[in-house]
């Protein structure tokens, strides 16, 4: 199994903030890594994949880099509406697919 | 524009099974660029990814539910169904059924289409 984990846990941002996620898994995973935007009562909303691949209709001060077993999402300045929890979630050893435990974003 | 649709009964005694269906609109359920999946969250909890198939009828599952998941596709009628035996509280969630397309050649394998998710509880 890939073990994944993300750091912070949680962090507090004012709007304007520059915001850095890191998720880091068991073993390399090339750049097979997505990462999820999830808020209550929401379905999670696919942001990046292959780690760096932005999704169509994405706000571009969303990026994510890295590869291996580290891997980065940033929110160049936050806004509003990215107060969320945030998922990275590993596609290398499909079909067996793992998300890591989040990272939730509130408000200062 | 594919929308993504689970339905199914929101509260399943303990014991007993599961039942979820996910119905596929806006586009073909038989492309063979993308699988089917089902996805949970339990309560105050992360994302658990349960189940995949492919419109072929090829399914693979999370160890951790495997003996007792059951994941079928019915192209005929655009839906997938999710059947979860001998429930027990840990299985109170909020289900979600999501297409996963993939790139060959590059590392892009991801959910990008979800259903607006189905809360189910487990209780007597």
């Known amino acids: 199994d890939i073990q994944m984990t993300q750091s912070p846990s949680s962090l507090s941002a004012s709007v304007g903030d520059r915001v850095t996620i890191t998720c880091r898994t068991s073993?390399?995973?090339?750049?097979?890594l997505n990462w999820y935007q999830k808020k209550p009562g929401m379905a999670p909303k696919l942001l990046i994949c292959?780690?760096?691949t932005l999704q169509s209709g994405v706000p571009s001060r969303f990026s994510g880099s890295g590869s291996g077993t580290e891997f980065t999402l940033t929110i160049s300045s936050v806004q509003p509406e990215d107060f969320a929890t945030y998922y990275c979630q590993q596609s290398y050893n499909t079909p067996l697919i793992t998300f890591g435990p989040g990272t939730t974003v509130d408000i200062k | 524009q594919l929308q993504l649709q689970e339905s199914g009964p929101g509260l399943v005694k303990p014991s007993e099974t599961l039942s979820l269906t996910c119905t596929v609109s806006?586009?073909?359920?038989?492309?063979?660029?993308?699988?089917w999946a089902w996805i949970r969250q339990p309560p105050g909890k992360g994302l658990e990814w349960i189940g995949t198939?492919?419109?072929?009828?090829?399914?693979s599952y999370n160890p951790s539910v495997e003996s007792r998941v059951t994941v079928s596709v019915h192209t005929s009628k655009k839906k997938f169904s999710l059947k979860l035996r001998s429930v027990t509280a840990a299985d109170t969630a909020t289900y979600y059924c999501?297409?996963?397309?993939?790139?060959?050649?590059?590392?892009?394998?991801?959910?990008?289409?979800w259903g607006q998710g189905t809360m189910v509880t487990v209780s007597s």
């Open positions: 292959g780690a760096s």
């Open positions: 073993q390399s995973i090339s750049g097979f």
């Open positions: 999501a297409r996963r397309f993939f790139i060959e050649g590059r590392p892009i394998d991801a959910f990008d289409i």
């Open positions: 198939i492919y419109y072929s009828g090829s399914t």
């Open positions: 806006g586009d073909s359920i038989s492309s063979s660029r993308h699988y």
